[in-house]
């Protein structure tokens, strides 16, 4: 999870709009942050620093490299990625930007050129995407509507004996 202090949507869900409602909704704040941790746990944020190891350590690495992503890595990797494609192209590249790589929504509309104030619109739309990707609604549902999920056999029944 990201520090409330640096991530956009936790500061977009502390606003209100004029109505008194949040800028986002909390199942939109929770599907940008399960994409956020599942971003960081498959450690593919860009490296920004210096590599001052020697070539000989970095050979070493190298050749070790595909054994060092682990199963959650890849798990996560994957989860990112079917994340990404069921929210679609017009609306990927704005989730990382804003969820993964914690971009300003300003910051955002300058370097797309969009009008002032157009990403927080685009961005609820986006997010409204990627939470119905991980089965949240605005709204808890009934039993009757959530169906169970198991292991048993079409038809079959869950009994507990006593």
Avoid at 118 to 137: C, E, F, I, M, N
Avoid at 152 to 160: D, N
């Amino acid at each position: 999870m990201a520090d409330d202090a640096e991530s956009p949507l936790a500061w977009l869900a502390k606003r209100k709009d004029r109505t008194g409602q949040p800028l986002i909704a909390p199942h939109q704040l929770l599907a940008g942050d399960k994409l956020r941790a599942d971003f960081t746990c498959a450690h593919m944020m860009p490296r920004t620093t210096s590599n001052w190891d020697s070539q000989t350590a970095r050979d070493r690495r190298h050749a070790m490299s595909s054994m060092t992503f682990s199963e959650a890595m890849l798990a996560a990797r994957q989860r990112v990625n079917a994340a990404l494609e069921a929210a679609g192209p017009e609306f990927s590249g704005l989730l990382m930007d804003v969820c993964c790589f914690l971009k300003g929504l300003e910051d955002v509309e300058r370097e797309r050129r969009w009008p002032a104030r157009s990403a927080k619109v685009v961005l609820q739309l986006a997010l409204d995407r990627l939470a119905r990707h991980y089965g949240l609604t605005a709204q808890a549902r009934g039993p009757s509507q959530s169906p169970l999920r198991s292991w048993l056999a079409p038809g079959e029944k869950f009994v507990v004996e006593v």
